[in-house]
């Protein structure tokens, strides 16, 4: 088996040599140079599986480095070495490929994690049965084969590569939880653990304790210690969903865990050091909040290192034949019963509707109406269309007002639904209505 090689950019000796003796016990083979010219050289003349620069050179700055790796060598990781609590320039780094930072002083147990992640990735993309490309739209999990689609598998496979923070924007009910998982598990990560967690979803006063554990007696209730969230996806990827719910309080102290990659449990007394890839998302519009003080500009800096948009349904209209047959076939499987057939007529209805809720949504449409059919072919009248959504050939077209204002409502609605994770007694409180009333809309809306 061919020993790994890295190559060290740095032009202090003491690092070098730190760096080289750090490596040679992990079996690695390390070559150390001084300076851009000299790098850019080597590499010419042979192959790496890993590449540590400073961010500081005597010819140049480390970013240029970055940036020529991964026009020259895409297929080669390079990490950045960066002063102790420069974070815009290890955020830089990242935004211009770099896989991943360590700060100096080197904490060599950090490092040494970085290294074998990087070494994981080379093999993994050097396996002969490790694809080539990405899976198509037929056969990966993110189904579709419209551009848009075409263009978010491609970046998933760019960002399973990358240790960068990422945020998904887009719609509820797009799939922010599905890339997530995606990226995680097409990256060196793949077998650690993927934590996800709704931040909505938490009591205020249990946050802390549920991302960062307690110790046993630091509250009334801790009977003992409890790890917490990010120990749990320590050498995996915790994915922050609905960060935009995070209060301001506990925005302070996730920035603080995610630039020093350290803890401290409720009631510890020290600090616990943390690997976790971090991935975030929302629904919201997170640049807004930041704008009207709600969310911490500092932290959105952070967090949104790299954006992955998720287009809504309606950007990706095409695709909705492939999504039905695949959900179709699901429903038959688990049921137990033949697929149905869906008609031309009810595929043209699906196509012309505007799906405020996304793919979950035409998966909750298809369900119940297979539920209720009785014969074996889904006729357009067997969908059940709520009447008050407009169509996507209908946008931009004078409706009434009645009909603004249920779409307002079912809008209302489908948000609450999905910041509660579909909990119709906490999404009736959200909205200030009754448990029945709330029915009643769901109801008259078709939602399911």
Not at 217 to 232: I, K, P, V, Y
Not at 327 to 354: C, H, N, Q, V, W
Not at 375 to 395: F, K, N, R, V, Y
Request: charged fraction near 25%.
């Amino acid at each position: 088996m061919t020993q790994p090689t890295a190559l060290i950019v740095d032009d202090e000796p003491d690092i070098c040599e730190l760096l080289e003796i750090t490596l040679m016990r992990m079996g690695i083979d390390a070559h150390s140079v001084f300076d851009l010219t000299t790098a850019r050289k080597l590499l010419k003349e042979q192959s790496f599986d890993l590449c540590l620069s400073d961010m500081r050179l005597p010819d140049g700055n480390g970013i240029d480095l970055v940036r020529h790796i991964n026009q020259t060598y895409p297929q080669l990781p390079v990490a950045m070495i960066t002063a102790h609590g420069n974070m815009e320039s290890a955020i830089e780094a990242l935004k211009a490929g770099a896989f991943d930072f360590v700060s100096k002083p080197v904490d060599l147990e950090m490092l040494r994690k970085l290294v074998q992640q990087a070494i994981k990735l080379g093999k993994r993309e050097a396996s002969p049965t490790s694809p080539s490309k990405p899976p198509s739209g037929e056969n990966s999990p993110m189904l579709g084969n419209s551009p848009p689609m075409q263009h978010v598998r491609q970046l998933i496979d760019k960002l399973a590569r990358s240790q960068a923070p990422v945020y998904i924007s887009g719609e509820s009910g797009t799939g922010k939880e599905l890339a997530a998982r995606l990226i995680h598990q097409q990256g060196p990560r793949a077998d650690h653990p993927f934590v996800a967690v709704n931040c909505g979803a938490i009591p205020q006063e249990l946050m802390e304790s549920e991302l960062f554990g307690h110790k046993k007696g630091s509250f009334t209730g801790a009977t003992g210690d409890h790890q917490g969230l990010f120990l749990s996806a320590d050498g995996g990827t915790l994915f922050l969903d609905e960060i935009a719910d995070l209060p301001l309080h506990m925005q302070v102290k996730l920035l603080r865990a995610i630039q020093e990659k350290h803890i401290r449990p409720v009631g510890g007394q020290q600090e616990v050091p943390v690997d976790a890839r971090i991935i975030s998302a929302t629904h919201k519009d997170l640049a807004q909040l930041v704008e009207n003080g709600d969310f911490r500009q500092d932290l959105f800096y952070r967090i949104n290192v790299i954006e992955l948009p998720i287009p809504s349904l309606r950007e990706r209209v095409d695709d909705i034949p492939l999504l039905s047959q695949h959900f179709l076939t699901r429903i038959a499987r688990e049921s137990g019963d033949k697929k149905p057939k869906l008609s031309p007529g009810a595929l043209d209805k699906l196509m012309g509707y505007g799906f405020p809720g996304n793919i979950r949504e035409l998966e909750n449409i298809l369900e119940r109406s297979v539920t209720l059919l009785e014969g074996s072919e889904l006729e357009a009248d067997d969908l059940h269309l709520p009447a008050a959504q407009q169509s996507i050939q209908q946008t931009g077209s004078t409706r009434p007002l009645g009909d603004k204002m249920e779409q307002v409502e079912r809008e209302a609605i489908l948000e609450a639904l999905e910041e509660t994770r579909w909990n119709r007694t906490a999404a009736a409180k959200k909205l200030g209505m009754t448990l029945r009333s709330l029915r009643y809309r769901l109801e008259k809306f078709g939602i399911e």
